[in-house]
């Protein structure tokens, strides 16, 4: 069964911090690459981080150098570490593989102000 719980979103000031966890199925953490996604309302859902491997994250332009990805393969979770957040940052965040699963949590909102 598929499974991709999202948690640690919050509403938090510009230049302030947050920390995302996803806990995915087992079966779909060791088979896939895993990524996040953000959808922010009125556009489409798009790729924020994608997790090659334990040495190897890509990132949007838009966040690199602010986010950080990360897994911990024991426990079946993918974090995403967001600094320095800005209003634009505003948006649901979920976990996926990567190609993501038609399969979605239901994510985690992220609301930052100005």
């Known amino acids: 069964q598929v499974q991709l719980v999202e948690s640690g979103g919050g509403l938090v000031q510009a230049g302030g911090s947050l920390r995302l966890s996803c806990v995915a199925s087992?079966?779909?953490?060791?088979?896939?690459?895993m990524g996040w996604y953000r959808q922010a309302p009125g556009k489409q859902r798009e790729s924020v981080a994608v997790?090659?491997?334990?040495?190897?994250?890509t990132y949007a332009d838009s966040v690199k150098g602010r986010f950080t990805a990360s897994r911990d393969i024991a426990k079946n979770t993918v974090y995403l570490q967001m600094n320095s957040l800005k209003p634009e940052d505003t948006a649901v965040y979920y976990c996926?593989?990567?190609?993501?699963?038609?399969?979605w949590g239901q994510g985690t909102q992220v609301t930052v102000s100005s």
């Open positions: 997790i090659i491997n334990d040495d190897t994250t």
């Open positions: 996926n593989t990567a190609p993501a699963l038609r399969y």
């Open positions: 087992g079966s779909i953490f060791r088979v896939n690459v």
